[in-house]
């Protein structure tokens, strides 16, 4: 056998289409596999950031809500303090603002519309129209319970009831002016004070107004206010007019 006989027999054959494909089939599959992972990646990397985006603009924007919410707050009590000291114009601009905004939660409406009662009784007592002073402390009393649904000012729930009661006597409602007053009667103190005094000579005022007038139990309630201790004179004349 001759030499160039004896290397072409052992030399290895060249590989066949059918014998190269599974090896291309693997690289392909590996580049797939890479490939996929490598997105995977990218995908997992970009949802995490957008978790992190959003995240952060809603912390935000609860921080400025509650900004917002504090700041109208600190109107409230502005317009309440105002309302104290007798500038019912600072509380009348005040309160419109804070509704204006409507920033305030709506659970928290009981004090704006309490001091837009207030507001309205003010007004009613300047005016010297008999109807049209009714009218407004019939519109003052409809603020006074819408207020009272919402929940009145922590610490003026006594002082917010006279108040009701009050718009519901001077607007010719006697009967549901009388059971508002009652219930004021119940909150602490229950006796003594200005307060107090003021609740029993409306309820005598009330009595008087009823369709069948009860003026026995309108006299008990002169006799509770004329019996009271310190007393500001301007309220025992009151009593006894």
């Given at each position: 056998?001759?030499?160039?006989?004896?290397?072409?027999?052992?030399?290895?054959?060249?590989?066949?289409?059918?014998?190269?494909?599974?090896?291309?089939?693997?690289?392909?599959?590996?580049?797939?596999?890479?490939?996929?992972?490598?997105?995977?990646?990218?995908?997992?990397?970009?949802?995490?950031?957008?978790?992190?985006?959003?995240?952060?603009?809603?912390?935000?924007?609860?921080?400025?809500?509650?900004?917002?919410?504090?700041?109208?707050?600190?109107?409230?009590?502005?317009?309440?303090?105002?309302?104290?000291?007798?500038?019912?114009?600072?509380?009348?601009?005040l309160v419109r603002a804070l509704l204006g905004s409507g920033v305030l939660p709506r659970d928290e409406?009981?004090?704006?519309?309490?001091?837009?009662?207030?507001?309205?009784?003010?007004?009613?007592?300047?005016?010297?129209?008999?109807?049209?002073?009714?009218?407004?402390?019939?519109?003052?009393?409809?603020?006074?319970?819408?207020?009272?649904?919402?929940?009145?000012?922590?610490?003026?729930?006594?002082?917010?009831?006279?108040?009701?009661?009050?718009?519901?006597?001077?607007?010719?409602?006697?009967?549901?002016?009388?059971?508002?007053?009652?219930?004021?009667?119940?909150?602490?103190?229950?006796?003594?004070?200005?307060?107090?005094?003021?609740?029993?000579?409306?309820?005598?005022?009330?009595?008087?107004?009823?369709?069948?007038?009860?003026?026995?139990?309108?006299?008990?309630?002169?006799?509770?206010?004329?019996?009271?201790?310190?007393?500001?004179?301007?309220?025992?004349?009151?009593?006894?007019?």
């Amino acid at each position: 056998m001759s030499e160039a006989q004896r290397h072409s027999e052992e030399a290895p054959a060249e590989p066949t289409d059918e014998a190269a494909a599974p090896g291309r089939l693997r690289v392909v599959l590996t580049h797939f596999r890479d490939a996929a992972v490598h997105h995977w990646r990218r995908t997992l990397a970009a949802a995490l950031t957008l978790m992190v985006l959003m995240a952060g603009i809603a912390l935000m924007w609860t921080y400025t809500a509650d900004l917002a919410i504090r700041a109208e707050r600190e109107k409230l009590r502005e317009s309440l303090a105002a309302l104290d000291t007798g500038d019912y114009e600072q509380a009348r601009s005040l309160v419109r603002a804070l509704l204006g905004s409507g920033v305030l939660p709506r659970d928290e409406h009981g004090g704006p519309l309490f001091v837009l009662g207030a507001i309205k009784m003010h007004d009613a007592g300047a005016d010297t129209l008999p109807e049209r002073r009714r009218t407004s402390y019939l519109v003052a009393s409809r603020y006074l319970r819408e207020s009272q649904a919402y929940g009145f000012v922590d610490g003026r729930e006594k002082q917010a009831l006279l108040m009701l009661g009050t718009s519901l006597v001077e607007s010719q409602q006697p009967t549901q002016g009388i059971e508002v007053l009652r219930s004021a009667l119940e909150l602490k103190p229950a006796t003594g004070g200005p307060l107090n005094a003021a609740i029993h000579r409306l309820l005598a005022e009330a009595y008087t107004q009823l369709r069948k007038p009860n003026h026995e139990r309108a006299l008990a309630e002169i006799d509770i206010v004329l019996a009271a201790e310190n007393l500001p004179a301007e309220q025992r004349v009151a009593a006894m007019v």
